[in-house]
């Protein structure tokens, strides 16, 4: 069987198939060491099991802001908390809502896979959702703008990104971030996912925000947390659901992954859930509760295709009478999209091993932020909220994922869920929870790379790494870096003018280089080659895109690497011959 696979992996890598997306034996120039079709299917796989939860989640969280449903705001009921035909029209968002998420991750996974060739998953954010749900709409269309308004700004950001997309302003925002801050983002993350994965709504459920302290430990079963979502002392750490999370889907993953077993994510994941399933269990994931009850209901139907009826194409275009609310929505989906899938998209492109380090840019940037941003007007009249690349997508590159075929599996894993929606939106929480606190861990490798030596590029990146996970937002975490950076830096700067020279940190040569002039200047691949007189410039050169070319000795290019100036890859030599 394996000398089967082992044949079918080599024949697809020297077909036009292994060429396009470069898998290991391609023969490209560029062609990515260790990647093989089995591999990638299984790492898609692996991917899609860590964010499948988000067919449910999202759904839940977006039908609470009441959807087109209107709610008659009578003076004793005003949100419609207890009314019956609104209970129904709510219903029947949320099984559109679940329709729609799995149809718009399908699509815009399967695209970032097959045009920007990443083994990065795309679908509705964690966050925005939130903020779209909770603060635009407001619980039952009772906040700042309405439903369709809201889709609106979230249809407009989209272009707006494209054209920032165009013009390469996104990607020079990704290159120019300093070095610390970059790998410290990495290591954020993997801390934000980490907190997700012990925390309860993806998670085991082993930590629980509370009222005196902002985290405390958790484990009971949720209907024994009080008001405020506490455990009380008695109770914790005695959740069975916790400890099946723990022991199968997190030891046992370590134990396949310490043993090198192909599939150890999706073995873990897959054995808890199949536990989990069956009824009057205490690990079921169906209680005989209200919920519990409708959940498997809806779980029974194995195969079911819910059209979308009330929530396509709603927008409201007459934005007149909301005109302060409407920009604060749109401004602030603007900047904290812009950040997060900045964040995503370029740890995920330095855990998978596609940065380049001369230029600090990863391969088909340009291409990934353009289907991420036409994504997010795609899935706005489809009714959700901002799409963005998903950090879970370490996941399936833990697995072995360095291709866009990743992706692609992941997003044919989705389009399938739209029709087995039912066994993919019953996927337990704890049965994932592990495998996001275990790619965290290896998220987090990149700590040793920062330059802990000059506080002036340390602290930055410490603020980075401690603000994501604790305001659980890879935007927050950003900001809080970039500013600090700033300030201290441009504080030293000053003090070092103003003194001529005499007041300057004693370290200060440990000072990692910056400077916003990075090889390969501003301009985007595509207005590089409009420039140099190519006719077909949107067409790059698949045997040489990505390629870095020779350095001379005497470069005065700053290089981030540990190579030495000058130093000549065997890819360099090859490309130099063929020129």
């Known amino acids: 069987m394996a000398s089967l696979i082992h044949k079918a992996n080599a ?22 060491k260790g990647s093989f079709f089995f591999t990638e299917l299984r790492a898609g796989l692996a991917t899609f099991f860590a964010m499948a939860y988000i067919i449910s989640v999202n759904a839940s969280i977006v039908s609470d802001s009441g959807g087109t449903c209107v709610c008659p705001g009578l003076e004793s009921d005003p949100v419609c908390n207890n009314d019956p035909q609104y209970d129904l029209c709510v219903l029947e968002v949320k099984r559109d809502l679940v329709t729609a998420t799995a149809a718009i991750s399908a699509l815009t996974s399967f695209c970032m896979g097959l045009f920007a060739n990443l083994p990065i998953a795309v679908a509705p954010g964690m966050g925005l959702n939130a903020y779209f749900a909770y603060t635009v709409v407001g619980f039952h269309g009772s906040g700042m703008v309405p439903y369709g308004v809201a889709l609106t700004a979230v249809f407009v950001e989209g272009f707006v990104f494209v054209f920032l997309t165009l013009i390469g302003l996104r990607q020079w925002l990704a290159r120019a ?75 046992l993953t370590v134990m396949l992954m310490l043993y090198r077993v192909k599939g150890a994510i999706i073995i873990g994941i897959l054995l808890v859930s199949i536990i989990s399933w069956p009824r009057d269990t205490s690990v079921s994931y169906f209680p005989r509760t209200e919920s519990g009850n409708s959940a498997f209901d809806f779980f029974k139907q194995v195969v079911t295709f819910h059209p979308i009826s009330k929530i396509l194409a709603v927008q409201e275009w007459n934005v007149s009478e909301y005109g302060g609310q409407f920009g604060l929505a749109f401004i602030t989906f603007l900047y904290v999209d812009i950040l997060d899938t900045t964040g995503t998209l370029y740890s995920m492109a330095r855990f998978c091993g596609v940065i380049d380090e001369r230029t600090q840019d990863f391969e088909n940037s ?41 992706a692609m599996f992941t997003g044919l894993c989705f389009f399938i869920s739209i029709f087995f929606a039912p066994i993919f939106a019953s996927i337990p929480p704890w049965a994932t929870g592990c495998t996001l606190v275990i790619v965290g861990s290896l998220m987090a490798t990149s700590a040793k ?131």
């Not at 209907?223 to 030891?251: A, H, Y």
């Not at 899935?379 to 950090?391: E, K, Y």
């Not at 990146?461 to 890879?474: E, G, H, K, N, R």
């Open 11 to 32: 024949a697809i890598a020297r077909s036009m198939v292994g060429k396009y997306f470069r898998l290991d034996g391609s023969g490209h120039l560029k062609e990515r």
């Open 177 to 251: 971030i300093p070095a610390s801050i970059k790998l410290a983002t990495g290591v954020g993350i993997g801390l934000y996912l980490t907190i997700i994965g012990l925390a309860y709504s993806a998670g085991i459920g082993l930590v629980t925000g509370a009222k005196d302290t902002p985290l405390e430990l958790a484990g009971c079963i949720p209907s024994l947390q009080d008001e405020n979502g506490v455990c009380p002392g008695g109770v914790k750490m005695r959740n069975p659901t916790m400890w099946i999370g723990i022991f199968c889907g997190g030891i």
């Open 366 to 406: 340009s291409i990934a932020y353009s289907v991420d941003a036409l994504g997010i007007s795609i899935g706005s009249l489809m009714g959700v909220p901002p799409v963005t690349a998903f950090i879970e997508s370490g996941a399936g590159i833990s697995e072995g994922g360095k291709t866009g075929l990743t």
């Open 449 to 579: 790379d920062i330059n802990w030596r000059y506080m002036g590029d340390s602290i930055p990146a410490f603020l980075t790494i401690a603000v994501m996970p604790f305001t659980y937002s890879i935007a927050y975490g950003l900001l809080a870096g970039l500013c600090s950076y700033i300030l201290i830096n441009m504080l030293v700067f000053i003090m070092e003018k103003v003194s001529v020279g005499k007041i300057v940190p004693p370290n200060k040569d440990e000072k990692e280089h910056w400077t916003w002039r990075i090889p390969g200047g501003i301009r985007p691949p595509w207005m590089q080659r409009l420039a140099s007189g190519k006719r077909d410039f949107w067409r790059a050169d698949h045997e040489t895109d990505g390629v870095v070319e020779p350095q001379s000795p005497d470069s005065s290019v700053h290089n981030d690497s540990h190579e030495k100036p000058g130093f000549v890859t065997e890819a360099d030599k090859q490309f130099s011959k063929q020129l």
